[in-house]
């Protein structure tokens, strides 16, 4: 099982920006995500990166405000927040899947073999 540590959670004032870093101690798993869970709400997907092809997947609420990414040399995987909204705190959690997803396909946590211990993230003024 691959080991999962994330980093770079904090508080931060709506429109601000952050990024999380989530450090691997294998690379040999097909697709790295990250999904988020607000107080009292399910988890839910944000983004997906492939290890081969390096695409990406979206979810609504992210897309054109998140930047998922990948540095195969390092083990690591980034998410870049920008234009953060109070909506989006949450605490973050990387996640690692042995087969590939695309699309919709990525969204369902239970398709994802290992994950992180979270960070928070919290948007507010």
Known sequence: QVQLVESGGGLVQPGGSLRLSCAA?????SVMAWFRQ???KQREFAAAVSRVL????YA???KGRFTISRDNARNT???QMNN???EDTAVYYCAAANYYCSGY???DGD???SWGQGTQVTVSS
């Not at 390096?54 to 997947?57: A, D, E, I, L």
């Open 25 to 29: 101690s294998s690379f040999s798993t």
């Open 38 to 40: 607000a107080p009292g």
């Open 54 to 57: 390096g695409s990406t997947t």
């Open 60 to 62: 609504d609420s992210v």
């Open 77 to 79: 995987v980034y998410l």
């Open 84 to 86: 953060l909204k109070p």
């Open 105 to 107: 396909g990525c969204y």
């Open 111 to 113: 398709k994802y073999d």
